[in-house]
């Protein structure tokens, strides 16, 4: 054998490797099959979301339902039409960013709920186990 052929490498190939699909996690699947825990789960998401509604919907009932006393107390025509026409749509506005906002929160922690919990024990992509 000369020096050229030992020094040659040979490459050894087997059959392509199967990628194996991601494990289904477990909230998500008992979310999916509607059980006793995944019914628990979509609950909770549900009864966030209702609170953050009716806050919403009693701090609106306050700030407008104590219009009519403040228009009542100024007894000014000029004022109560710069109120209705101005003031009011701040803390509307600020009351619908601020429910969007919790919405959006609820939601976020509800996927990250469903999404952190593999089914074999193994964290999932991108995330170290705690």
């Given at each position: 054998?000369?020096?050229?052929?030992?020094?040659?490498?040979?490459?050894?190939?087997?059959?392509?490797?199967?990628?194996?699909?991601?494990?289904?996690?477990?909230?998500?699947?008992?979310?999916?099959?509607?059980?006793?825990l995944g019914g628990a789960y979509v609950r909770s998401?549900?009864?966030?979301?209702?609170?953050?509604?009716?806050?919403?919907?009693?701090?609106?009932?306050?700030?407008?339902?104590?219009l009519p006393l403040a228009f009542r107390a100024l007894?000014?025509?000029?004022?109560?039409?710069?109120?209705?026409?101005?003031?009011?749509?701040?803390?509307?506005?600020?009351?619908?960013?601020?429910?969007?906002?919790?919405?959006?929160?609820?939601?976020?922690?509800?996927?990250?709920?469903?999404?952190?919990?593999?089914?074999?024990?193994?964290?999932?992509?991108?995330?170290?186990?705690?």
């Amino acid at each position: 054998m000369s020096a050229e052929q030992a020094a040659r490498r040979e490459r050894v190939t087997g059959e392509p490797r199967r990628v194996r699909p991601l494990p289904r996690h477990r909230a998500q699947s008992e979310i999916d099959e509607q059980t006793a825990l995944g019914g628990a789960y979509v609950r909770s998401l549900m009864r966030g979301q209702l609170r953050a509604a009716l806050t919403g919907f009693a701090v609106l009932a306050l700030t407008v339902g104590t219009l009519p006393l403040a228009f009542r107390a100024l007894d000014d025509d000029a004022v109560t039409w710069c109120v209705l026409g101005f003031a009011v749509y701040g803390p509307l506005a600020l009351i619908a960013w601020w429910y969007v906002r919790t919405a959006e929160r609820n939601e976020r922690d509800f996927a990250r709920l469903v999404a952190d919990r593999p089914t074999d024990g193994r964290p999932t992509q991108g995330r170290r186990a705690e």
